[in-house]
């Protein structure tokens, strides 16, 4: 059985929830970015327990299914853009349709409704939050940082960074104190 998370976005987020299941006697099979499966079907008691204990630390279980999609999709393009090593130089609605299989119109008109924005504009707003923690770790080159993040050049990434925080990289990078945003805020 398959159990949804909202808000579990990272490594130290599986860690967290994955214990949490364990202090209640269930024991997770595989534990991934918003999905957690277990071998037997959970008792309403446990599932309210868990809920509680979730929340303490801002996750919470979705039990409906269009939660569950747009968490899907959140979840996809996470993977993708902060711990995927795949080329991002990629077609977005076949990849994220791909992964939740599902068409991908249904997907944009669910995720625009639900969210307000568009799954693009999220993409985008993933890439910059991504770009903004390389240029801050001050280890690569913005060349190197756009070809990462599949942009065609350094000006395009530039031009899209500017749009979304207001400051070119350069500047942001001269900054004492970096503004970068949670994942589970984006």
């Given at each position: ?176 104190e970096h503004k970068r945003k949670n994942i589970e805020e984006?």
């Open positions: 059985m398959k159990i949804y998370i909202k808000n579990m976005v990272c490594s130290r987020c599986k860690m967290v929830v994955k214990t949490e299941f364990k202090k209640i006697g269930l024991h997770p099979q595989t534990v991934d970015l918003g999905e957690i499966e277990i071998e037997t079907a959970p008792t309403n008691d446990e599932l309210k327990t868990l809920d509680h204990n979730l929340r303490q630390y801002g996750f919470e279980i979705i039990d409906d299914r269009k939660s569950q999609i747009i968490n899907k999709i959140k979840n996809t393009i996470v993977k993708l853009v902060h711990y995927s090593d795949q080329n991002m130089i990629i077609n977005l609605s076949e990849f994220i349709s791909s992964e939740i299989n599902l068409d991908y119109h249904y997907l944009s008109n669910l995720f625009s409704e639900v969210e307000g924005t568009t799954i693009e504009k999220y993409f985008i707003t993933q890439r910059i939050e991504r770009a903004k923690e390389l240029i801050v770790y001050d280890e690569l080159s913005l060349s190197e940082i756009a070809y990462q993040l599949g942009y065609s050049s350094v000006s395009y990434l530039s031009n899209q960074f500017k749009k979304v925080t207001g400051l070119t990289p350069t500047h942001y990078k001269s900054l004492k984006l």
